[in-house]
């Protein structure tokens, strides 16, 4: 284990999140529970040692909570409008595979893209090429060049939502730049 | 309650049929995961129904698990997936 | 109205639009043409209908302590549906179960045939 170790402070999101998960199976919030899953949270992240996730260091709670209500709508709307493609078009469906190059380079946020990308029904993430960080996409019915840009333009609005959220601040200064622009 | 839960049965039966029909007639063994996946998750679906409608939590830890680990199946199917049909494009 | 019968209301209306979720993922499954239109149909709407079914759990059981596991259930299902989706969908792509004539375009296929090139012809598109 010669991997550097990571700060108390940067490893306190995992703590939470596991001690949240403790509290959440038992079904049980009672200070002695949560005390006994805070120990068996820093033992099993001391003893099964992960890679660290390289988080940006800030996480913006205002910009979050309006993001998770527009995601959660549109799963609700493009859930409807697959259900509504395969009665009305069924086979006759034309679908497409289309390239988005993404404006961050850290994994963190190209995984947090595919992953809202994938599960707002009618796109999925085909392939994703690492060096130049490209997602690309496959989107049911996407028939001319227009859906293409359509497509493109929502999943860079996603990216760009998630790097208010949780981007490094040269991300975000960059994003504010272009929007400027 | 009883009218919703009578509803619900017969969709998620529907459903049911559906993908058994998808599993039964393939084409492609991705098919069949695909369609065993959706099976799983409509076994859910009927666990949250039950637990929803005769109030009880029984089946909580259940469906807790599907959901976390319901996805290595195909996982594991789709990396050792190997094209063996005679006609690719028959599908 | 009292209060008892509107929670009663919506979360029969949220439980029978959860099952219609699991009814249109049958129907895509049925309806659509190629492995990855079906995709989308299959496992995708089933998030949704997840998430309002075990807001109907919720809803029915009145007590707070449920709603913790409930959300935990539902962001399991969140973090593992992309990967399977993707992990099919990928090799489903590289098995070639992908019909040209239902694409309008495919923006992958050139840089595959020159990551091929590059790699030379005795490796096909299968490593890791």
């Given at each position: 284990m010669s991997r550097k170790r990571i700060s108390l402070r940067q490893e306190l999101p995992l703590l939470v999140w596991l001690v949240f998960v403790w509290g959440a199976l038992w079904q049980d919030f009672s200070p002695g529970n949560l005390l006994f899953g805070a120990l068996i949270a820093v033992l099993v992240a001391r003893v099964l040692y992960l890679p660290p996730v390289e988080l940006g260091g800030r996480f913006n709670v205002l910009r979050a909570v309006p993001f998770a209500l527009g995601f959660i709508g549109k799963v609700a709307v493009a859930s409807f409008q697959v259900l509504y493609l395969a009665l009305a078009r069924g086979p006759n469906v034309i679908s497409a595979i289309v390239a988005v190059p993404l404006r961050s380079h850290s994994d963190l946020l190209v995984t947090a893209t595919g992953h809202v990308i994938s599960l707002i029904p009618g796109s999925l993430v085909v392939e994703v090429d690492r060096s130049t960080s490209t997602l690309y996409i496959h989107a049911i019915n996407v028939r001319n060049v227009q859906d293409a840009a359509k497509l493109r333009k929502e999943v860079r609005d996603t990216e760009a939502g998630l790097i208010r959220i949780m981007g490094t601040k040269e991300e975000l200064s960059a994003l504010t730049q272009e929007v400027a622009a | 309650m009883q009218i919703v839960l009578a509803v619900t049965a017969v969709v998620l039966s529907l459903a049911a049929a559906g993908a058994i029909v998808r599993i039964a007639r393939g084409p492609s063994l991705l098919d069949r995961v695909l369609a065993a996946d959706v099976l799983l998750a409509i076994f859910g679906a009927a666990l949250c129904v039950d637990m929803a409608v005769n109030?009880?939590?029984?089946n909580l830890m259940l469906v807790v698990a599907m959901s976390l680990i319901g996805f290595v199946g195909s996982v594991t199917v789709a990396r050792f997936v190997a094209d063996r049909r005679e006609n690719p494009r028959e599908s | 109205m009292n209060p008892d019968t509107m929670i009663d209301a919506v979360s029969a209306v949220f439980m029978v639009t959860g099952a219609l979720m699991s009814l249109g993922a049958a129907l895509g499954l049925l309806r659509f043409p190629d492995l990855m239109s079906r995709m989308h149909a299959a496992t995708k709407p089933q998030v949704l209908g997840l998430f309002l079914l075990l807001a109907a759990v919720g809803l029915q059981l009145r007590t707070w302590w449920v709603w913790p596991v409930l959300v935990l259930a539902w962001l399991f299902q969140l973090l593992t549906v992309p990967v399977s989706a993707h992990m099919v969908g990928r090799a489903g792509y590289r098995t070639k179960h992908l019909h040209p004539e239902l694409l309008s375009s495919d923006e992958l296929e050139a840089v595959v045939q020159q990551a091929a090139a590059k790699r030379g012809p005795d490796e096909d598109g299968r490593s890791a």
């Open positions: - | 109030r009880h939590l029984n | -």
